[in-house]
């Protein structure tokens, strides 16, 4: 995830800006250098995702072997864009993105709801999300129903390789540059967010409401230890004892549902 988030905000910068990388231009592009930005990451991210379907249901490599093979690859590439150094300077346009607001509230906190409220009514609404909670559950039994597991499993594979570029496009734009150390351990706090909001890490469970918590609780903690001025070390360490915590929570949960 923060690889993605972070080879699409960096590939979209470097199209961008051209060799201007830390000038300001705000007539780059007709004014329109968002849209360009913003195509770019979405198309990349959903390329990348395609790609890591494809890993794993064509070449049937583990989704952790993907999914890590994927990261080294990925944040790799942010680095060689550039060599590393960040790429600043864009227009107010672009930046509007990450720091406007719209009735007084902050645009990311508007994609975010419009985002929930897609993903809740894809879940809870359609075939596709019914397909989806049943392959998390059971792949075979799924198969077996006359599910299409593998077309379902390249599909979630997209979206979320979409959403990873549409978060790069997002925080690059608060950011004001788009970085080759974006998006570090975002993985960890992505898994403890949805753990957190009651989803099984074993399949066939999860609600995009608890998720949301969930997310919220992880800014809420992030935040507090960064005001309290606490190591962004120790940072990674309790992100770490959360997870185990909280999938210890969900084994002993099923085990105590499964004795009665």
Request: charged share 10%; glycine share 16%.
């Amino acid at each position: 995830m923060g690889s993605i988030l972070a080879v699409c905000a960096m590939t979209a910068a470097y199209v961008i800006k051209g060799d201007n990388f830390t000038t300001v231009d705000p007539n780059a592009w007709g004014g329109m250098s968002w849209l360009i930005g913003l195509g770019i990451c979405l198309a990349m991210g959903t390329a990348i995702g395609f790609l890591h379907g494809l890993g794993v249901t064509r070449l049937r490599l583990p989704p952790f072997i993907v999914t890590l093979g994927g990261m080294t690859i990925w944040r790799g590439l942010t680095l060689v864009i550039n060599d590393g150094a960040p790429i600043a300077g864009f227009d107010p346009g672009y930046r509007w993105w990450g720091r406007g607001e719209l009735l007084g509230i902050s645009i990311p906190i508007w994609i975010f709801a419009i985002v929930a409220v897609g993903g809740y009514l894809a879940l809870h609404k359609t075939r596709w999300g019914r397909f989806v909670y049943a392959i998390g559950g059971n792949p075979e039994a799924a198969r077996l129903a006359g599910v299409n597991v593998k077309r379902v499993l390249v599909s979630v594979y997209v979206l979320i390789g979409c959403l990873a570029g549409l978060a790069g496009f997002i925080l690059s734009a608060r950011l004001g540059s788009a970085e080759a150390v974006a998006g570090i351990s975002f993985e960890l706090r992505v898994i403890a967010s949805v753990v957190i909001g009651g989803t099984s890490l074993m399949g066939g469970y999860g609600r995009i409401g608890g998720t949301i918590i969930g997310s919220i609780i992880m800014g809420i903690l992030i935040n507090g230890l960064v005001l309290m001025n606490v190591s962004a070390y120790y940072q990674q360490i309790i992100t770490g004892l959360i997870i185990v915590l909280a999938v210890a929570f969900d084994t002993y949960a099923k085990s105590r549902r499964g004795a009665l």
